[in-house]
């Protein structure tokens, strides 16, 4: 069955320092990944789309890289801030437009 | 500022009772999706829309879960009757024809 992994440990990092999650699947061929925020309370807000024919994308401090034949996507925080702070989603083309979400991946950054 | 607004923020209601949620998406976005967030099980797909019509409900409790969207801007998750087990965050949220999805602020459910 399709499966994705996120680090189910939280990432704590110092601020300045550059965040790298990791997104793992098995069972899929997902035209593309995306990657959320999500803060307490809130829903999760989209960050970055990457297809399976770019190998890596970027928006400011934001890199995400996918690689289809490892089945992973990084997504990296350069320069990072406490703001930063946050869980992360990795989220799957379940087709049709369908996503399917990993569990996420708590990111702390301390000052 | 376009965004997807969900109402009510918060219910509690006793096991049993009639829950109805509603959400306005973004207009011109031509996907609606409703998703459950629990500690346990994450962020689940319960049901989607595509143009109004109904897509993939195979997410949602057919017995006790339904799923409407009857205009473009207002789409429905109702849950009739209510049990404790459907104590959850309900995120709706609206997706734009490249794939990227927008979230509403969620509706959190307690059933006593």
């Known amino acids: 069955s399709q499966k994705i992994e996120q680090n189910s440990e939280a990432l704590n990092i110092q601020e300045g320092k550059t965040a790298t999650l990791t997104c793992n699947y098995t069972n899929y061929s997902p035209a593309y990944l995306q990657w959320y925020r999500q803060d307490p309370g809130r829903g999760p807000v989209f960050l970055l789309l990457?297809?399976?024919?770019?190998k890596e994308k970027r928006k400011e401090r934001l890199k995400v890289t996918f690689d289809t034949t490892l089945k992973q996507s990084l997504f990296h925080i350069t320069a990072s801030q406490p703001a930063d702070s946050a869980t992360y989603l990795c989220?799957?083309?379940?087709?049709?437009?369908?996503?399917?979400f990993g569990a996420g991946t708590i990111l702390r950054v301390k000052s | 500022d376009a965004r997807v607004t969900q109402t009510p923020r918060h219910k509690v209601t006793e096991m049993g009772q009639e829950v109805t949620m509603r959400c306005q998406p973004i207009l011109g976005h031509n996907t609606v999706f409703w998703y459950r967030q629990t500690m346990m099980q994450g962020l689940e797909l319960l049901a989607y829309?595509?143009?109004?019509?109904?897509?993939?409900d195979s997410g949602m409790p057919k017995d006790r879960f339904s799923a409407e969207m009857p205009d473009a801007t207002l789409a429905t998750l109702k849950i009739q009757p209510s049990e404790p087990r459907d104590s959850a965050v309900y995120f709706c949220?609206?997706?734009?024809?490249?794939?990227?999805?927008?979230f509403g602020p969620g509706t959190r459910l307690t059933v006593t």
């Open positions: 989220a799957l083309d379940g087709g049709g437009n369908k996503l399917v």
């Open positions: 829309f595509r143009n109004r019509a109904p897509l993939d």
């Open positions: 949220a609206s997706g734009n024809l490249v794939g990227e999805q927008y």
């Open positions: 990457i297809r399976e024919n770019e």
